[in-house]
């Protein structure tokens, strides 16, 4: 194969620093409210609440903290913008999700929270429909299987990952486990392996998305891109103008490194020297940034905190994009998605054509996850293209056209993400989720990897941050009603203390463990 002369690499964008935030233009659209005017002090360095992140899930615990009264909330982010794993580029003149593309759950008994918001805001989505995926297997000779023979090979993987997960769970119950399924072993198997494991039954089954807010799910496919929900959000409870956050409660290029916390408050130190003081932290960052060194707590987390943390998983999930000069693929109905079986597992599996999203725009993407993730995210784009170029001309004959953009995210080598989303264990008691959520302290715990029901998704990060803010708003209110009543045994304390000075130690507000 050789590659035209200019092939462009396409890097996720990283904006210069700047005092205001770019926002999105749908937020030059004045609102009904009346927006809350920047505080006078610039260099606001205390608050009630620090929120640290603006994912969905800080965003959504600073709208609800400030709409219910606590206006005085500081969020700290490391990046120059707001969305955390929803994010947008312009790639091949249409928008691309780098992160969070589907709204998953639709159509159920229950309305899903982000596909409410999402309507509110006319997002333009498209159905999406993997079920015909298993029928579109092509072989590294460009074959496809055959209907029967694929549905075949479909059904005994369904039975046999059932039959392992029960082997598991007896094995975990002490049980006498039935005998364990050989693994898969020929491209197929190991495709629809693949298929199976690392998108549709990643979760242990009943799947709760599915089951509270129905099985269908929708592409995002607006120029705004899915980010534009945040900035929604964001424009109800902080100071906007012409399309900008201008309001200094939100503080951008700004990495927690430290959190220390004292019977009196909390102190977050950042990257650049500065501190800010606050009675509570909301910690938002992700289960892979909590799992790295990133950020240091004063006193440390308990043990039973940490460990929960290190075994929740992180999965790996990267959308590469690759723009063509014209479309070479088919791309009638049941074509949108398919699949490539290979010797190695997970090697340019799945793929998927942007022609239903974005018709003409000529984009394949093609998701790679975990050790395959890892692997594309060390070496040159070049090399990824090469290799797609080589998994496409198996596919569809070597008179294909060369791509002439790529775009490779790299979500495991960002210091501020570590990784896609969380992978509980899929035999694993709630326990170790309720540890990673847990408060410690003045400090809680919140995104996508605390919500029990929805880890993974938007909507578990949105939940999770609702979640969040009301324990702490319920904690703030008990604070409250406590404090003449610890005013009054603190002076009995202070009194004691002079006799007897062991008596001081630091008091969690709000229990530790759950
Ligand atoms: C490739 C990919 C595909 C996905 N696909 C889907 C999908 O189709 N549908 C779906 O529902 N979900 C999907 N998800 C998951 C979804 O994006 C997340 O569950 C959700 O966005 C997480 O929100 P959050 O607020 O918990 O975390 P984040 O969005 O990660 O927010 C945390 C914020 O904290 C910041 N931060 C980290 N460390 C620090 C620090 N030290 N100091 C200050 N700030 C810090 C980060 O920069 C970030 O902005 C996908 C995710 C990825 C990466």
Redo the contacts with the bound molecule.
């Keep these: 194969i050789i590659p035209p002369a200019s092939i462009n690499i396409q890097r996720p964008k990283t904006k210069r620093k700047r005092n205001n935030n770019n926002l999105s233009p749908l937020l030059s659209t004045p609102t009904n409210k009346t927006p809350l005017l920047p505080s006078p002090s610039l260099a606001m360095t205390t608050a009630s609440v620090i929120i ?7 965003i959504t615990a600073a709208k609800e903290l400030a709409e219910k009264g606590v206006e005085d909330v500081l969020i ?4 120059d913008r ?5 994010q947008k580029q312009s790639f091949g003149d249409v928008s691309v999700e ?7 759950g639709v159509g159920g008994k229950e309305s899903n929270p ?1 596909w409410e918001l999402a309507s509110r805001l006319n997002l333009r989505t498209c159905f999406s429909d993997y079920t015909n995926a298993r029928y579109n297997i092509y072989d590294r000779s460009g074959e496809i299987f055959p209907t029967g023979f694929a549905a075949d090979s479909y059904k005994k993987a369904v039975d046999s990952a059932i039959l392992k997960l029960k082997s598991l769970e007896a094995e975990c119950d002490g049980q006498e486990a039935e005998e364990a399924p050989s693994s898969p072993k020929t491209p197929i198997e190991l495709a629809i392996d693949f298929i199976l494991h690392d998108f549709e039954m990643a979760e242990v089954e009943p799947i709760s998305t599915y089951v509270d807010f129905g099985e269908r799910e929708y592409l995002v496919a607006d120029e705004r891109g899915y980010e534009s929900l945040l900035y929604k959000m964001a424009e109800g409870f902080l100071y906007t103008s012409d399309g900008n956050i201008l309001d200094n409660r939100l503080k951008l290029n ?4 430290e959190v220390q916390q004292s019977r009196n408050g909390v102190v977050v130190k ?1 990257e650049d020297g500065s501190e800010y003081e606050a009675n509570y932290v909301i910690v ?3 289960i892979g ?1 909590l799992q790295s060194n ?2 240091s707590f004063q006193p440390p987390l308990p043990k039973w905190k940490t460990e929960a943390i290190q075994k929740c998983d992180v999965m790996v ?3 590469i994009f690759l723009k063509f000069p014209h479309c070479f693929w088919p791309c009638g109905p049941g074509q949108e998605f398919f699949i490539y079986a290979h010797e190695q597992r997970g090697y340019f599996t799945f793929w998927q054509h942007m022609e239903n999203a974005y018709p003409g725009s000529n984009i394949l993407v093609v998701t790679l996850t975990n050790e395959q993730s890892k692997r594309v995210e060390s070496q040159s784009d070049e090399e990824t293209l090469k290799e797609a170029m080589s998994v496409l001309r198996d596919m569809f004959g070597p008179t294909i056209p060369y791509a002439t953009d790529i775009l490779v ?1 790299r ?1 495991w080598n960002n210091r ?2 570590r990784g ?2 969380s992978n509980y264990p899929m035999i694993s008691d709630n326990q170790l989720q309720r540890n990673v959520k847990a408060p410690f302290g003045r400090i809680l715990f ?4 605390t919500s029990e029901k929805f880890s ?6 949105y939940l ?2 609702m979640d969040t803010s009301k324990t702490l708003l319920e904690e703030m209110k008990q604070s409250l009603l406590l404090q003449p009543l610890l005013a009054f045994t603190e002076s009995l304390t202070q009194t004691d203390q002079r006799s007897n000075p062991q008596m001081y130690t630091n008091v969690n507000l709000i229990s530790g463990r759950s």
């Design positions: 640290i992140g603006a994912g969905i899930s800080g700290l982010e490391a990046t707001i969305g955390g794993r929803i780098l992160g969070a593309g589907w709204i998953a982000v700004k990495v927690v490194r950042t938002s960052a992700s940034v990133l950020i999930y990267t959308k995210p979500w501020f993400q896609s989303y919140t995104g996508e990897h993974g998704y938007v909507h578990g990060g999770a941050g």
